[in-house]
């Protein structure tokens, strides 16, 4: 008997496992896919606007010095 509850336990832990490794490395997919991938495209193309200020604040700084030391 005792030896009965002990597979019948046994079972029940293995019954009750979940997903296997595999499965949870995968990602799957959502409705909300595409909306995470606008998020994404946004995010990139506000780094790309943010890195062209920077850049045309850089040379207008320099303009500025360099029209200072024409006059």
């Known amino acids: 008997m005792k030896a009965l509850i002990a597979l019948l336990i046994c079972i029940g832990l ?3 496992g979940g997903e296997s490794s595999s499965e ?3 990602e799957k997919e959502t409705v ?3 909306l995470i ?6 995010k990139a193309v506000e780094d790309t ?9 850089e040379a207008m700084k320099r303009m500025e010095d360099g029209a200072d030391d024409k006059e």
């Open 24 to 26: 949870k490395n995968e």
């Open 32 to 34: 909300f896919d595409p």
């Open 37 to 42: 991938q606008s998020v994404d495209k946004a």
């Open 49 to 57: 606007v943010l890195q062209q200020k920077k850049d045309m604040d």
């Open 14 to 16: 293995t019954s009750c």
